[in-house]
């Protein structure tokens, strides 16, 4: 293995070290002049900023944190799919309000796999009507943006392993809530959200709630 030091190596900026910035990728859109519709997800919360590339530095033009969603009722898990869909959606919704029609996507170095938390988030800022180059084939299926994965895996577990299934969801049991019922939440806070800016939910999961 090469040794990494001598008179030609240089060290790596402190934010590539720790894997917060792929500078390269970052170069690509900043040189584009396009403002990024940019995605961050933790265990617990996903963030969304919208950023404008500046000389000085980055100019956040909207900002979303999963936190805003129990304004519209949502009292489930925050950094989950389904929360990351309605983050989406409503960091759309704040983004056209700020005049923001397009964007390209930013996830940084975060592993790209398809359908995860980071696309529900892209899925929502576009059913919310922001422009975003994507492949429709990244984005989870309808029913993990529903969370009936969630609800079905509740369900399954409640039957065959009752205490299982009460150390799996104790958080949502301590506070009265039941995760079989994610799916009618979900459906819940987007129409919340929908109605607080003055539109209709998006009509794709408007429909399969209506079958």
Same mark, same amino acid.
């Given at each position: 293995?090469?040794?990494?030091? *001598? !008179?030609?190596?240089?060290? !790596?900026?402190?934010?590539?070290?720790?894997?917060? /910035?792929?500078?390269?990728?970052?170069?690509?859109? +900043?040189?584009?002049?396009?403002?990024?519709?940019?995605?961050?997800?933790?265990?617990? =919360?996903?963030?969304?900023? #919208? +950023?404008?590339?500046?000389?000085?530095?980055?100019?956040?033009?909207?900002?979303?944190?999963? /936190?805003?969603? /129990?304004?519209?009722?949502?009292?489930? =898990?925050?950094?989950?799919? !389904?929360?990351?869909?309605? /983050? *989406?959606?409503?960091?759309?919704?704040?983004?056209?309000?700020?005049?923001?029609?397009?964007?390209?996507?930013?996830?940084?170095?975060?592993?790209?796999? %398809?359908?995860?938390?980071?696309?529900?988030?892209?899925?929502?800022? +576009?059913?919310?009507?922001?422009?975003?180059?994507?492949?429709?084939?990244?984005?989870?299926?309808?029913?993990?943006?529903?969370?009936?994965?969630?609800?079905?895996?509740?369900?399954?577990?409640?039957?065959?392993?009752?205490?299982?299934?009460?150390?799996?969801?104790? *958080?949502?049991?301590?506070?009265?809530? $039941? !995760?079989?019922?994610?799916?009618?939440?979900?459906?819940?806070?987007? =129409?919340?959200?929908? %109605?607080? #800016?003055?539109?209709?939910?998006?009509?794709?999961?408007? $429909?399969? #709630?209506?079958?």
């Amino acid at each position: 293995m090469p040794r990494k030091y *001598g !008179p030609r190596y240089r060290v !790596p900026f402190r934010r590539r070290r720790e894997g917060r /910035t792929d500078y390269r990728a970052r170069y690509k859109m +900043v040189i584009s002049g396009k403002i990024r519709a940019v995605v961050r997800k933790s265990l617990r =919360n996903i963030v969304i900023h #919208f +950023v404008r590339a500046k000389l000085e530095g980055d100019e956040t033009l909207v900002f979303t944190k999963s /936190t805003e969603l /129990t304004k519209y009722g949502w009292r489930y =898990n925050r950094g989950n799919v !389904p929360a990351a869909y309605l /983050t *989406g959606y409503l960091a759309g919704l704040k983004a056209l309000k700020a005049g923001i029609k397009e964007a390209i996507l930013d996830i940084g170095p975060q592993r790209s796999t %398809k359908g995860n938390r980071l696309y529900a988030a892209l899925k929502g800022l +576009v059913d919310a009507g922001v422009e975003i180059p994507h492949g429709e084939e990244i984005l989870p299926e309808i029913s993990r943006i529903k969370g009936e994965h969630i609800a079905n895996y509740a369900r399954l577990l409640k039957e065959n392993d009752p205490e299982k299934y009460k150390r799996q969801f104790s *958080g949502y049991i301590s506070q009265g809530l $039941d !995760p079989e019922k994610i799916p009618e939440e979900f459906e819940k806070t987007l =129409n919340n959200i929908a %109605k607080a #800016f003055g539109v209709e939910p998006p009509e794709l999961v408007k $429909d399969e #709630f209506e079958e």
